[in-house]
T-cell receptor, first 117, second 109 residues
Framework: GAVVSQHPSWVICKSGTSVKIECRSL??????MFWYRQFPKQSLMLMAT?????????EQGVEKDKFLINHASLTLSTLTVTSAHPEDSSFYIC?????????????FGPGTRLTVT | QKEVEQNSGPLSVPEGAIASLNCTYS??????FFWYRQYSGKSPELIMS????GDKEDGRFTAQLNKASQYVSLLIRDSQPSDSATYLC?????????FGQGTELSVKP
């Protein structure tokens, strides 16, 4: 149990285009999902908390108009990187906490590696 | 001072030895602590959670928590080459996970 998937696993796009990344909880419903970004040799940085049916909560320094988050259902959250630039190239990972078990354990998706050329 | 601090390593241990990974945190009110393992190019995998002072054992892994010292550690017994990865300490603060920078562990055959 507690399986989280992401799609795509990797994507290459041109500068100025937009890219959508999907995060799904496969065997549980998640009212809250989290989006992280990880640059090479660095730790995970929380970008935003995605709340089903309401607006996402963004961390300080994360541009909400650039990183659009939509949590339209209890099993799906999407992150859209708008007008991508090479500095947005990174490993994007989502996570979710299943309603059973420990309240704060987060389970991560496999990640999406974005390369902007 | 960083909120969650770990030695970046690399920590190198021989196969079969005990690997000891350490983490300190700054928020004294933190109640939930986690260890994640991350292989190169992959996403983190939860291996241990601990909420109470003392030790928690799961197979070859033992997590230790000392809230008074704001210190949490992970011991890996009988280390295997497959344990070679980066180990991330995470602390729950207000429903969000704050991660340390990770300790790279290398287990030599």
């Amino acid at each position: 149990g507690a399986v989280v998937s992401q799609h795509p696993s990797w994507v290459i796009c041109k500068s100025g285009t937009s890219v959508k990344i999907e995060c799904r909880s496969l065997d549980f419903q998640a009212t809250t999902m989290f989006w992280y970004r990880q640059f090479p040799k660095q730790s995970l940085m929380l970008m935003a908390t995605s709340n089903e049916g309401s607006k996402a909560t963004y961390e300080q320094g994360v541009e909400k108009d650039k990183f659009l988050i939509n949590h339209a259902s209890l099993t799906l959250s999407t992150l859209t990187v708008t007008s991508a630039h090479p500095e947005d190239s990174s490993f994007y990972i989502c996570s979710a906490t299943p309603p059973r078990g420990d309240a704060y354990e987060q389970y991560f998706g496999p990640g999406t590696r974005l390369t902007v050329t | 001072q960083k909120e969650v601090e770990q030695n970046s390593g690399p920590l190198s241990v021989p196969e079969g030895a005990i690997a000891s990974l350490n983490c300190t945190y700054s928020d004294r009110g933190s109640q939930s602590f986690f260890w994640y393992r991350q292989y190169s190019g992959k996403s983190p995998e939860l291996i241990m959670s601990i909420y109470s002072n003392g030790d928690k054992e799961d197979g070859r892994f033992t997590a230790q928590l000392n809230k008074a010292s704001q210190y949490v550690s992970l011991l890996i017994r009988d280390s295997q080459p497959s344990d070679s990865a980066t180990y991330l300490c995470a602390v729950n603060q207000g429903g969000k996970l704050i991660f340390g920078q990770g300790t790279e562990l290398s287990v030599k055959p």
